[in-house]
Structure formats: structure tokens, C-alpha cells
């Protein structure tokens, strides 16, 4: 009672013809190794009811004629459409993603990049009315014109930030990158900021990894600016940096001695905008922590953070050897 006669004319007639070819080969390839090179693959066939189906086929020469062609040939099909589109539908849902957070990044650049003309337009006629008008300007008219002039240059920098922010990850080239060259080049480059701390900023013997250079500068500076900027005021800052190869990947940490972050707030950090103190008290954008998380998951890692209230705070960053892009 089969639907089908047992030979190879039967299924090449309902076989995908791209998928055909394909099959033919892994066959040959099979049969011209006696059966050291494995025969399976997935193919579309064509069912009766007229719709699409994927099937896994699995097969090996058993049998063999005395001129070294192939006899009998044993294996299995097994139905793997529910799968394949079990698949499908994820690596839509991912592309759909994907391009969400293109739009998602495009439009934060042209928002921030658009807003800058108007800021600097606040900026230079506020300049120039205080030119204009300033000696006749009373106390209080000279405080709120102090409080325009912050006001637009808080939002310029933070406008500033959200570029670098949307920007981040577009030009990217993976290299070997040394941590220890990174790291002298950051704290140079903050080296006002630790001199007028006092600060003490150790590392050595760190890694040269694969990843991106300008992004783990960036994450870095970010890290030890973080540190630098909460540091205790009653102690001298202490900013430890290390590293280790841990299960096939590179385990980073940033510790410092400062004010430390309290329980409640750390699931929070990362969240971009998410300030834990008012900007009388600490300046700031709440963007670093969101752009080292998003330098982190460029380098398909992860970043965690654990703290004890005023004695310190840990940043741990945990890295592949080797980054697939």
C-alpha cells in the first residue's frame, strides 16, 4: 500500500531542485569516501496536500557491488517542519529586533544631533543679551540668566553623549587590543582628575585581547571616571584593576574604595538616564553606565556590579577569548 514506488526517480520528483542538487553531491561525496564522509542533510519536499515540508535525511551505503558502486542504501527521513519554522519565525523576530534598534539608534543621533542648533542658538543670545544688557541687569535677572546658561550647557553635553551613545559600535573593527596600553592611555588621560584626588590607580600584566580598541578605552575611562568622581571623602581614592582567563574567557574587575552604591539601587545602574544623586550633589548624564553596558554586549560579555555602602564598589566584566562578529 505505498503511495510511493521504492526508487530514486519517486522522491526526485517531489525533492526542492535547489535542494536536489545539493543532496546529489553530499551522495557523491559519500559514496567516493565508501562511507567515511557522512550523508545527511535537511531538504524541503513537496507533500501531497501541495504545501512545503523539511525533512532531515540520514543514510549510509550498506552494501557494495564488486566494482565499487553502490548496492543497498539504508537510513531514515524524519518531519522536522515544525522546527524549521519554530526557526524561521525566531530569526524573523530577531531580524525584526535588529532593525528596531537601528531605527531605535538612528533616530536618537538625528534627535541629539537636531537639538544642537537650537542650544546653541539659546547660548549665543543669552551671550549676547548679557552683553547687551548687563549692567542693567538686577540680581535676580542675572540669576536666572546664570541658570539658561547652565541649563543649555547641561543639555549640550548631555546631547553630546547621546551621540557618542547611538554612534557607539558603528565603524567597529575587531583587533588584539592591550589592556595594559589602554589603561595608561586612560589614566592619562584623567590624570588632572587623580592628581587633584590624590588618587592611586593600580593595574598590570593585563591580557592583549580581540575586540575594540576605541570601545574598551571608552569603558574603561567610563569605569575609572565612575570611581573617581564617587570617591570617599574622608580616604584617598583607590582605584585596583585586574584580570584573569576564567572558563574560556577574560574576567576584568574595577575596584574602588568609595562612597559605594546602596542594595536597592543596583539593578538600576545600567539603565541609561538613571541617576542615583542629584546633579547638586554629582554632576553627570547617566549615560556611562549604559554605554559600558552596550560596549560589554558588543564583545558579546557581560557586566556586573556588586557593593557595599560606604566602603567600595566592584565592576566585573567578563569577555570571550575570541568575539565571532
Known amino acids: 500500500d505505498h503511495e510511493m514506488e521504492n526508487k530514486p526517480e519517486s522522491w526526485m520528483k517531489i525533492i526542492n531542485q535547489d535542494d536536489l542538487k545539493r543532496v546529489l553531491k553530499i551522495y557523491d561525496k559519500h559514496v567516493e569516501s565508501k562511507g567515511e564522509v557522512p550523508y545527511h542533510c535537511e531538504v524541503r519536499y513537496r ?28 537510513g531514515c527521513h524524519v518531519d522536522i517542519t515544525p522546527l524549521k519554522e519554530a526557526q524561521m519565525s525566531i530569526k524573523q523576530n530577531a531580524d525584526e529586533l535588529l532593525q528596531k534598534n537601528k531605527d531605535l539608534e538612528q533616530f536618537a543621533y538625528a534627535s541629539s544631533h537636531d537639538l544642537q542648533e537650537p542650544l546653541r542658538n539659546i547660548l549665543n543670545f543669552s551671550s549676547l543679551l548679557r552683553r547687551d544688557a548687563g549692567p542693567k541687569l538686577n540680581e535676580k535677572e542675572g540669576r536666572y540668566m546664570d541658570l539658561i546658561d547652565k541649563a543649555a550647557n547641561r543639555m549640550s553635553k548631555l546631547m553630546i553623549e547621546l551621540l557618542d551613545y547611538s ?27 587623580v592628581k587633584a584626588k590624590n588618587a592611586k590607580v ?63 539601587y543596583l539593578d538600576k545602574i545600567f539603565v541609561i538616564f538613571r541617576k542615583l544623586h542629584s546633579e547638586k550633589e554629582y554632576e ?24 557595599v555602602w560606604e566602603k567600595g564598589t566592584t565592576f566585573t566584566v567578563t569577555i570571550p577569548n575570541k568575539i565571532n562578529e
Not at 589592556?179 to 592619562?188: G, K, Y
Not at 575586540?211 to 574622608?234: C, M, Q, R, T, V
Open 47 to 74: 507533500h501531497k496536500n501541495g504545501s512545503t515540508i523539511w525533512v532531515f535525511c540520514r543514510g549510509r551505503v550498506i552494501e557494495w557491488a564488486p566494482d565499487g558502486s553502490p548496492v543497498r542504501m539504508v
Open 284 to 307: 553627570g548624564s547617566g549615560i556611562g553606565l549604559a554605554l559600558c553596558k552596550k560596549i560589554v554586549a558588543m564583545h558579546k560579555g557581560e557586566i556586573s556590579v556588586s557593593s
Open 167 to 193: 554612534r557607539l559600535g558603528r565603524d567597529r573593527v575587531l583587533s588584539k587590543v592591550n589592556l595594559n596600553e589602554v589603561l595608561e592611555d586612560v589614566v592619562d588621560d584623567l590624570n588632572r582628575v
Open 202 to 264: 593600580t593595574f598590570g600584566n593585563l591580557p592583549t585581547v580581540i575586540g575594540y580598541k576605541a570601545e574598551l578605552n571608552s569603558l574603561f575611562h567610563n569605569l575609572i571616571h565612575n570611581a573617581l568622581k564617587f570617591s570617599h571623602p574622608d580616604r584617598t581614592p583607590l582605584i585596583e584593576i585586574k584580570g584573569k582567563r576564567k572558563k574560556g574567557k577574560w574576567e576584568f574587575t574595577v575596584k574602588d574604595n568609595g562612597i559605594g552604591i546602596r542594595e536597592e
